[in-house]
């Protein structure tokens, strides 16, 4: 049985049981091909994560020696740059001084986006003579185009590693010119996988009002606003369903109410309640932006989750959103922040309820062929 330790510093948790959920289902996944998986992560893992018998160890506050304590000051009085870094390099020691406590040392490491879990992930690597694989998702490929000495950190984390993995192809350009191309030979685009339906709901009755869906943390980048904005433009009735949390979800509900809209915010909902909005939905609005600092989506993971239930999306052109959504056929592509273009959108939808079918079907044809397989099988002939 091979024996994988996972590095995350994003996994469902007691305080927040839906983050990092697809880094769970990667883990299902390894566990269901045979390997026994350890996860190191930040914090006490939620009940229902251990459900595939896994093995966890957490890299909380209280989780590691007392020498590192003093760095908790040192980051508190550093500016917002030099604080994150702080932070993330405190992280990294936490997971691997948690790590060393683990007996036998694993066959292969994964290590989930580049920094901070990479940067333990490549000291343990080295430590051990263990192979070591990075995922990138994009958040931690942002961090390192913005930071000082950002593309150095990422090849010295990168020559230590077997394989590095990108969620989308648009997150391995990215780092592929982050680092010049120095690692083409030790890369591979590897979209998680999705258990598509095997056919699509029908969604709402024709003579139903449009039910438009968005999941997501509610952040500035995820471009909610710009969704109220539409929903009030669109002209006819319309309901809208808003699942996540975020700092913004305050804000996001009195111009919600400003504005009239038949909206519902629900917080954070279970993978299971979210499959079920998906399929009772017309369509998902994907509207994030592209921040002033260059920060935008990856893949998002919302999109292909969608698609699988036979709910199209419309998505903002950022990121590797291209990837999936085909403009026309399982979906619309909008430009980011444009708010007159998803009120036509939705409104194409509304009146043609047709198309709209047609687009469920294509949904799910879209994604039917994206398998955990290649996921599975860049971590574990790593350790062969």
């Known amino acids: 049985m091979t024996r994988v330790l996972v590095l995350a510093s994003s996994y469902p948790s007691v305080r927040r049981p839906f983050a990092g959920s697809f880094v769970a289902e990667w883990n299902g996944e390894l566990r269901r091909a045979g390997a026994r998986v350890t996860v190191v992560s930040p914090e006490p893992p939620a009940p229902d994560s251990q459900a595939h018998d896994l093995h966890f160890s957490c890299?909380?506050?209280?989780?590691?020696?007392?020498?590192?304590?003093?760095?908790?000051?040192?980051?508190?009085?550093?500016p917002w740059l030099g604080a994150r870094m702080a932070a993330g390099a405190e992280l990294a020691a936490r997971m691997m001084w948690r790590a060393l406590d683990i007996q036998p040392a694993p066959d292969v490491i994964q290590a989930h986006w580049c920094i901070p879990a990479g940067l333990a992930g490549a000291a343990l690597a080295m430590r051990w003579n263990r192979p070591l694989v990075v995922t990138l998702h994009s958040?931690?490929?942002?961090?390192?185009?913005?930071?000082?000495?950002?593309?150095?950190?990422?090849c010295w984390i990168a020559d230590r590693a077997a394989l590095?993995?990108?969620?989308?192809?648009?997150?391995?350009?990215?780092?592929?010119?982050?680092?010049?191309?120095?690692?083409?030979?030790?890369?591979?685009?590897?979209?998680?996988g999705v258990?598509?339906?095997?056919?699509?709901?029908?969604?709402?009755?024709?003579?139903?009002?449009?039910?438009?869906?968005?999941v997501g943390r509610l952040v500035r980048q995820k471009g909610v606003h710009v969704l109220l904005e539409a929903l009030a433009g669109v002209g006819v009735p319309v309901s809208a369903v808003i699942t996540g949390e975020g700092p913004e979800r305050a804000a996001l509900e009195r111009a919600a109410a400003r504005r009239g809209l038949e909206s519902r915010f629900t917080g954070p909902v279970s993978p299971a309640a979210r499959d079920d909005l998906f399929r009772r939905s017309s369509v998902t609005v994907a509207p994030s932006?592209?921040?002033?600092?260059g920060r935008t989506e990856g893949l998002p993971r919302v999109i292909v989750e969608?698609?699988?239930?036979g709910?199209?999306?419309?998505g903002a052109d950022c990121g590797g959103v291209r990837e999936v959504v085909r403009d026309g056929w399982n979906g619309y592509i909008v430009r980011p922040g444009d708010a007159g273009e998803i009120s036509r959108r939705l409104l194409e939808l509304n009146r043609d309820r047709a198309c709209s079918r047609a687009m469920r079907e294509h949904a799910i044809q879209s994604v039917s062929g994206m398998s955990w397989k290649p996921c599975v099988e860049a971590v574990l002939p790593a350790a062969a």
């Open 195 to 214: 258990h598509a339906d095997a056919r699509c709901s029908p969604g709402p009755a024709p003579d139903e009002p449009l039910r438009v869906l968005f």
């Open 139 to 154: 958040a931690d490929v942002h961090a390192l185009e913005t930071l000082p000495m950002g593309a150095r950190l990422a």
């Open 289 to 293: 932006l592209v921040l002033s600092n």
């Open 311 to 314: 709910c199209p999306v419309i």
């Open 59 to 78: 890299a909380g506050s209280h989780g590691g020696p007392h020498r590192l304590a003093p760095l908790q000051g040192l980051v508190d009085g550093l």
């Open 306 to 309: 969608s698609m699988a239930r």
């Open 164 to 192: 590095v993995t990108a969620t989308s192809a648009h997150v391995a350009e990215r780092f592929r010119r982050l680092t010049r191309g120095r690692f083409d030979g030790r890369m591979a685009v590897t979209p998680m």
